[in-house]
DNA sequence: ACCTGAACACCGTTCAAGT
DNA sequence: ACCTGAACACCGTTCAAGT
């Protein structure tokens, strides 16, 4: 029992990304602090130094496994739906916004324009991969004759921008209330509106 | 020449924001610092406190100036367009996205979820305006028979979430290139096509 | 009214040193 | 490899005191 753990209980830096996320979302981004981290962890303040190299290395971190989290939802709610276009969107839709509703201070993090250099390729990579996940929906519904042609980006970028907008917006708690009820219903609609045949 | 000023140079309140400003744009959020501004300034760390009971609020008053810049911009563009429905959003999306991406920093500020509260009820009514100013839109392009019938609510909605959305990715740097380049015409002409008439 | 100066309790980061 | 302890240069905030 005492060879387990050498000065810590195991696994710093998962520790470190559990509970800045936690603080996150309780306390907001002002309220991270390595050192607070690293001392209710029972660690000293330079720990976490052997696993980040500095404060943004850690935002960055953890905003990246905020995109595969949110990857995941998103593939698990379009394998419980059904084929059509109507369906799937609605299925997606709904994923995004729980997802950006139940995370709102995470998502923010994913979006930040700051991020460092190093991480910021594979942040826009993880970023643009939700966005292939909706390429791929559209041109799925396109071959069915269920949206309109025209290239993915052309098609695309309705989808992105609505969805992303309106989850930030409701997420952000922007939205005044009359426009939240029926908000997400409205939008989906909206956006097969905007992605229907000719 | 000497009585104008007492301490500093005028009007610190106002020299806050503007320098603050400065500094969103050029460092980013994480770089914005107290006690740096009052040395910029060539007053004591302590002088801002007599303005800003701290460094939220300073944030908050930040967001403010954006949303009234903001509203103004957008005012304006709609002024020097023409009277149809494509026209006029046309116009309000290129004005947001212009002001999106010359202030990219600031426009994350503004859609910040963490806002003192004292400061949120003043900074939701000035982003609602935004979205008023919308609505207004939509509503005179709805009696043209331009727009669909339906509540402003639910067709505005559509709107704010595209526009904002696309806006917001834009800013942030999270389109891939080949969308951005045709991005916005493309986004208008979804737009319409979630607008028009059945 | 508006600002200063000192004080307090925090930060992030670095680096020699320990195991 | 992984962590400690001390050190450095910063923070935000408060408060008596000055003009």
């Known amino acids: 029992m005492h060879t387990r753990r050498r000065y810590h209980h195991g696994d710093l830096r998962a520790a470190l990304l559990t509970r800045a996320e936690e603080t996150l979302r309780e306390r907001g981004p002002a309220a991270l602090s390595l050192r607070e981290l690293a001392r209710d962890l029972g660690v000293s303040h330079a720990a976490p130094s052997r696993h980040f190299k500095d404060k943004q290395a850690l935002l960055d971190a953890l905003a990246l496994t905020g995109f595969h989290r949110l990857a995941q939802t998103m593939t698990a709610a379009l394998e419980e739906t059904g084929e059509s276009f109507a369906e799937r969107l609605r299925a997606g839709a709904h994923a995004y916004v729980e997802f950006a509703t139940a995370n709102a201070e995470l998502l923010d993090l994913m979006y930040a324009i700051k991020h460092a250099p190093e991480a910021s390729e594979e942040l826009s990579a993880a970023s643009q991969r939700w966005i292939a996940q909706m390429e791929n929906l559209i041109g799925d519904a396109q071959r069915r004759g269920e949206v309109r042609d025209g290239s993915l980006e052309s098609v695309g970028i309705g989808v992105f921008s609505s969805l992303h907008g309106y989850a ?31």
Do not use: K, N
């Open 168 to 198: 930030s917006l409701v997420a952000g708690d922007h939205l005044p209330p009359e426009v939240r009820a029926q908000g997400l219903d409205d939008l989906v609609a909206y956006i097969l509106r905007g992605c229907a045949p000719e």
